[in-house]
């Protein structure tokens, strides 16, 4: 599976921005599209994922109740909303495929481009 990722910006605290992960084919029900971020300096760090099977996303805590993912199987669409944006966001976002249900780098066996999101405060 090919990734591409989308959407990124310079934007002021508080802000919202919506980042576009399109796969280049569908993938299995029991996959997940997950969306990571690395800030300079730091290791990447789960942000959020999507399986079909459920329809349920899932969160790092340090996202929860501002960060949303949702996706659209029939395009093999995935998107991250960013709401209320802090100076902690900034961070390059990457989107990212597994076979399984996981908040772990490594689990993940194909991964996009990344796109670069910068909070200004």
């Known amino acids: 599976v090919q990734l591409q990722a989308s959407g990124g910006g310079l934007v002021q605290a508080g802000a919202s921005l919506r980042l576009s992960c399109v796969a280049s084919?569908?993938?299995?029900?029991?996959?997940?599209l997950g969306w990571f971020r690395q800030a300079p300096g730091k290791e990447r760090e789960f942000v959020g994922g999507?399986?079909?099977?459920?329809?349920?996303?899932y969160y790092a805590d340090s996202v929860k109740g501002r960060f949303t993912v949702s996706g659209d199987k029939a395009k093999n669409t995935v998107w991250l909303q960013l709401n209320n944006l802090q100076s902690e966001d900034t961070a390059v976002y990457y989107c990212?495929?597994?076979?399984?249900?996981?908040?772990?780098?490594?689990?993940?066996?194909?991964w996009g481009q990344g796109t670069q999101v910068t909070v200004s405060s």
């Open positions: 990212a495929h597994s076979k399984a249900t996981s908040m772990i780098s490594q689990t993940y066996d194909s």
């Open positions: 084919e569908q993938w299995f029900n029991t996959h997940t």
């Open positions: 999507l399986t079909w099977t459920g329809g349920l996303p």
